[in-house]
């Protein structure tokens, strides 16, 4: 059963840093990968979706890379801001159309 | 585009009583619809799947079952509400067909007392 651990569990950082989350997954047989980020009491937004065949995918200020092989992704936020406070989920889907596997998330508080 | 909506947003209900929760989605066609349940201090657990209307999958056993009577309407429910069914429910859909994005609602949060 693929099991997907994220690290650090909480993080919080002063405003402007560039900071970097951290996901593990251990079935590296994965279709794709795909970041949240979900505000307190909220639903999830996607962030970032990477396909198995994929490095990297960039958004604005989001940069998210996968090796599948060592079964890790990261998902670098730079120049942070206090808007960027929330919880990052990262998701993994073994099976095209079928159910993602979520970590337990990273609360992130950037602090002015 | 395409919007998706759960309804109620908050409820709270006693122990064994019936559950019913909704979801829709509008601007998409045929999409794959999904019921998580996210409980304190846990992860996003997948509860349900549908690739289609009538088509459900059931990743869990537990005492909740899911419909999909049309293509954009996904339901939840429950007979009888244990005290373990407390949550976040979140309905997600995606368009399928390669693209696996998944898109979720605002959710539902579940108090059983």
């Known amino acids: ?112 | 585009s395409q919007t998706i909506h759960q309804w109620p947003a908050t409820l709270v209900q006693p122990v064994g009583s019936p559950l019913s929760l909704e979801c829709t989605v509008e601007g998409t066609s045929n999409p794959n619809l999904y019921w998580y349940r996210q409980a304190a201090g846990r992860g996003l657990q997948l509860l349900f799947y549908s690739v289609g209307i009538g088509q459900i999958s059931s990743e869990v056993p537990q005492n909740l079952s899911a419909s999909r009577p049309q293509d954009r309407q996904f339901i939840l429910s429950s007979k009888k509400l244990l005290l373990s069914d407390s949550g976040f429910y979140l309905c997600a859909w995606a368009p399928g067909l390669g693209d696996d994005t998944q898109y979720f609602g605002p959710g539902t949060r579940l108090t059983v007392l």
């Open chain 1, 1 to 112: 059963k693929q099991e997907v651990t994220q690290i650090p569990a909480a993080l919080s950082v002063p405003e402007g840093e560039n900071l970097v989350l951290n996901c593990s997954f251990t079935d590296s047989a994965i279709y794709n990968l795909q970041w949240f980020r979900q505000d307190p009491g909220k639903g999830l937004t996607s962030l970032l979706l990477i396909q198995s065949s994929q490095r990297e995918q960039t958004s604005g200020r989001l940069n998210a890379s996968l090796d599948k092989s060592s079964g890790r992704s990261t998902l670098y936020i730079a120049a942070s801001q206090p808007g960027d406070s929330a919880t990052y989920l990262c998701a993994v889907n073994s099976n095209s159309g079928y159910a993602l596997n979520f970590g337990k998330g990273t609360s992130l508080l950037v602090t002015p």
